[in-house]
């Protein structure tokens, strides 16, 4: 058995955690042996190339997708209906449901729809939480504009507010970088930080993209089928790392001084 | 305007088009919402085959038509999530599988003077205050149940995904909506038919999501647009001397033209 990554000590609770975790899918692996640690209170990365297992792994995490073989736990449990609630999703933004008809303030209602049970309308005090996480990402005066009709940047803060509005411990995100544009994206990722330390939270994040990864993430995994490495985002530039995540694609995927293609033919770089 | 009121048939179409004219309308919110036409459409044909089964067994056809259609639609939805083929390919198999048991039930059975087409196409001389007694607790039943599970009926038609990480009971919403949909065309058939009755499941949400994007006014305007067309479409047809199911279409079929342009100019 082979624990992937630096333990950055004991005194921080893991609040995600797979064990040597198999997932396949018609005789064909997806996921081989995943090792991961998420502890409190960090942002996790998660890069690899498309089709290289990010969105099971996500599923796998958020209780979607049970593995073959191997252990999962969330804040020290089985995933269940009670971890469940201490979770929240970020889907990837899409441009498909752009005439749904709800308001910002509705979306984050729902995120509130759990804790307020079967056969019950959201109150006053739903409302006010609502708009207390509105107001927290800046968008308290976009309440009532329809939801499709926002930036994508402004519906992925909105779907943090609706992610966050239960307070759980745990944020799930799923490619954030798509769909929003650059400028966008910095808030965004500023903003999840200030979350991060406020709350106390831990973020899981996937995405292709592996500058916003590094750039945002206290620690990072590279996932392709397997984990090839885990740990200070930095150190992820390897060449032989970046070789067995990205494969002879690599240059497309990123374009860095320190990245494998680049540090193969040196010459092309100079700073 | 006072005989049409003084004709038993006519009252009782007129109270059946006012009672299922909300049920419909609040279907057709989540249909358009969920993008299901299709399923609707599925639905509706096979309960074809559950009226001949009743012809066939001699018994009630709207009971066996309910029993069909609920086991089709929750079958339609069973293979789509599990299956490798999609809900749409499930459909088009149920659709015609269904029809033509109903061909071949029809045939076996030894009622020649049954009356398919006004199952079909509607046929308002045939509801009968028993057909009242059971829209009205059928589709009371479909109303109450969308009230009371509104939340999260929108929120799993807003993102799937998302509803199911939020521990909503997604697959089983999914089947319960299925069921009511499934009981929603039944109830309709007399006064629509099942061919017809599938524009009803689509028109009034899709006409009022063109003009407004809050789902509160969006479920206003679909009520109002489905009453529009079943009062407005049966007094047509009674003056007109028209098939009343194809006439309540072909209204609510204009009413969204209108409103599909006036949403053009709104912004």
């Not at chain 1, 708009?131 to 309440?143: P, Q």
């Not at chain 1, 709350?199 to 500058?211: E, L, P, R």
């Not at chain 2, 009520?223 to 079943?230: G, N």
Request: net charge neutral; hydrophobic share 50%; with cysteine.
């Amino acid at each position: 058995m082979k624990e992937h990554g630096a333990d950055i000590g004991n005194k921080k609770a893991v609040y995600a955690e797979l064990q040597d975790v198999w997932v396949g899918y018609y005789n064909k692996w997806v996921l081989k042996s995943i090792y991961l640690k998420c502890y409190q209170g960090e942002i996790f990365g998660i890069v690899g190339p498309n089709g290289g297992g990010k969105s099971t792994l996500l599923k796998v995490i958020l209780g979607l997708v049970r593995p073959q073989k191997g252990v999962v736990k969330l804040f020290g449990h089985r995933p269940d209906k009670h971890t469940r609630l201490e979770v929240g999703y970020l889907p990837q933004i899409s441009k498909a449901d752009r005439s749904f008809p709800v308001t910002a303030l509705d979306v984050v209602l729902m995120g509130l729809y759990n804790r307020i049970g079967f056969f019950k309308r959201p109150g006053s005090k739903s409302r006010e939480i609502a708009m207390e996480m509105l107001a927290r990402i800046n968008m308290a005066e976009h309440a009532e504009k329809p939801f499709g009709l926002l930036s994508g940047g402004q519906q992925q803060r909105v779907h943090i507010a609706r992610a966050l509005a239960s307070k759980p411990k745990l944020l799930v995100l799923d490619e954030p970088s798509t769909g929003v544009d650059s400028v966008a994206q910095e808030d965004f990722y500023e903003l999840l930080a200030k979350f991060r330390d406020e709350m106390n939270i831990s973020v899981i994040m996937v995405s292709h993209d592996i500058g916003v990864i590094t750039a945002h993430a206290d620690r990072i995994a590279c996932l392709n089928l397997e984990i090839h490495y885990h740990g200070e985002p930095d150190s992820c530039f390897e060449p032989e790392i970046m070789q067995k995540v990205y494969g002879k694609n690599l240059n497309i995927m990123v374009h860095d001084s320190r990245c494998a293609t680049c540090s193969l033919k040196k010459h092309e770089h100079n700073d | 305007m006072i005989e049409i009121f003084s004709l038993e048939f006519m009252r009782n179409a007129f109270m059946a088009g006012i009672m299922l004219s909300p049920v419909l309308a609040v279907v057709s919110f989540f249909v358009v919402l969920r993008r299901l036409s299709f399923v609707g459409v599925g639905v509706a044909h096979s309960a074809f085959g559950g009226i001949a089964l009743g012809f066939l067994l001699g018994i009630s056809p709207t009971l066996t038509a309910i029993v069909f259609a609920i086991a089709v639609s929750n079958a339609i939805g069973y293979i789509g999530r599990h299956g490798k083929l999609s809900a749409d390919t499930a459909i088009g198999i149920f659709f015609a599988f269904a029809m033509a048991l109903g061909v071949v039930f029809i045939g076996m059975s030894d009622q020649y003077n049954v009356d398919l087409f006004g199952y079909l196409f509607g046929n308002i001389l045939a509801i009968t205050s028993n057909d009242l007694i059971i829209i009205a607790l059928l589709g009371g039943f479909v109303l109450i149940s969308i009230f009371l599970l509104f939340k999260e009926l929108l929120f799993v038609s807003f993102d799937k995904e998302v509803a199911l990480v939020s521990g909503m009971p997604v697959a089983f919403l999914d089947h319960f909506f299925l069921t009511i949909l499934a009981m929603s065309v039944v109830i309709s058939m007399k006064i629509i038919g099942i061919i017809l009755v599938s524009a009803l499941l689509v028109i009034p949400g899709a006409a009022a999501s063109q003009i407004t994007d809050r789902y509160i006014p969006m479920i206003a305007i679909a009520i109002a647009v489905a009453l529009i067309s079943t009062v407005g479409g049966l007094l047509f047809s009674y003056y007109a001397d028209l098939a009343s199911g194809a006439t309540i279409v072909i209204l609510s079929s204009i009413i969204f033209f209108i409103l599909f342009i006036a949403g053009r100019f709104r912004r």
